[in-house]
């Protein structure tokens, strides 16, 4: 019996030894947290007002945001941007959870007057907590595919497109036509150029002589080093340069530009767009240029 008894625990010494030691080599391994689906299930239920039993309270939704999610965004009302819908649904419910490792997925429906699917969390294992890294939305994304210079990229399926490819330029657009408003364009834009690097410049030196070409030069209120596609990029947020008076109630945003040199070749992305009272413009489709280019890829 005392054999037995000192079997037993030399087992149970040996599983916690294995345990510690896995935890110090792989700590993301391991989480201590709820499940994924519940840390979805929290932060919905504390970012959607129009959920039963819901209770709005940011501070704690970032607390379930991995790092690389939350520092896209300044502002304290991001939040309701990250789902990339104008109204909240009456409802949501869990469909899936896939758990491979230290990253999951889980789906989840929204209910407008019917359900469907409507988004995609990326979680990821931090400090032993699931943490969400991405949000998708599932029903509104296309993928679009340039093979004359060999990039894709997915976007909304339901904005306007005008492709170019042989001039290595597409233009997404959230509205079909330009609004009778004195020339101003509402909603949100986004331009891909593709631009042959002839003198095979570095990216600044690039980006410096060609913005000093063609008419007045934007301020440019931030600037940051990023990677798009797996490539080193620069992203500027700029002041807008606005010729005559904007209509009543109009608001424009900070034209937002990206660059990255490819071979021979830079890719520029631009983000502008306009605002009129509750209609979704430039500060409504963030998200939806964040999602963009953060599934651009180089074929």
């Keep these: 019996m005392k054999k037995i008894i000192l079997i037993i625990i030399g087992v149970v010494v040996l599983i916690a030894a294995c345990l510690y030691f896995l935890s110090l080599l792989k700590p993301d391994i391991i989480p201590r947290s709820v499940k994924p689906s519940k840390v979805v299930e929290i932060y919905m239920k504390s970012t959607l007002g129009t959920l039963p039993d819901s209770k709005i309270d940011y501070d704690l939704a970032k607390e379930y945001l991995a790092p690389e999610l939350k520092e896209r965004f300044d502002e304290p ?5 990250s789902y990339c819908i104008q109204d909240g649904p009456n409802d949501v419910r869990i469909d899936s959870e896939e758990i491979s490792d230290s990253s999951a997925k889980v789906r989840v429906s929204a209910e407008y007057g019917e359900w469907q699917d409507m ?6 294992v931090r400090e032993g907590e699931w943490k969400i890294k991405e949000i998708n939305c599932t029903p509104f994304i296309v993928v679009y595919i340039n093979t004359e210079y060999g990039f894709s990229l997915e976007c909304p399926a339901d904005w306007y497109k005008v492709d170019n490819p042989e001039f290595g330029s597409v233009f997404f657009s959230s509205k079909e036509e330009e609004p009778p408003m004195g ?18 410049l570095g990216l600044e030196e690039w980006i410096e002589r060609n913005k000093t070409q063609g008419g007045p030069v934007e301020e440019v209120l931030k600037r940051e080093r990023i990677t798009v596609g797996g490539q080193k990029a620069i992203k500027e947020v700029n002041t807008s340069i606005i010729v005559g008076a ?14 990255m040199a490819k071979d021979n070749y830079i890719v520029q992305i631009n983000y502008t767009g306009r605002d009129i009272g509750l209609e979704a413009g430039y500060w409504g489709h963030l998200h939806e240029f964040q999602c963009l280019l953060d599934s651009f890829k180089f074929q």
């Design 119 to 124: 988004w995609e969390f990326g979680l990821v």
């Design 246 to 259: 904007l209509p009543e109630g109009v608001e424009i945003g900070n034209p937002t530009t990206v660059y």
């Design 183 to 200: 020339g101003v364009s509402l909603g949100a834009r986004i331009e891909i150029f593709v631009i042959e690097n002839s003198e095979s």
């Design 77 to 81: 009302g991001f939040i309701p941007l």
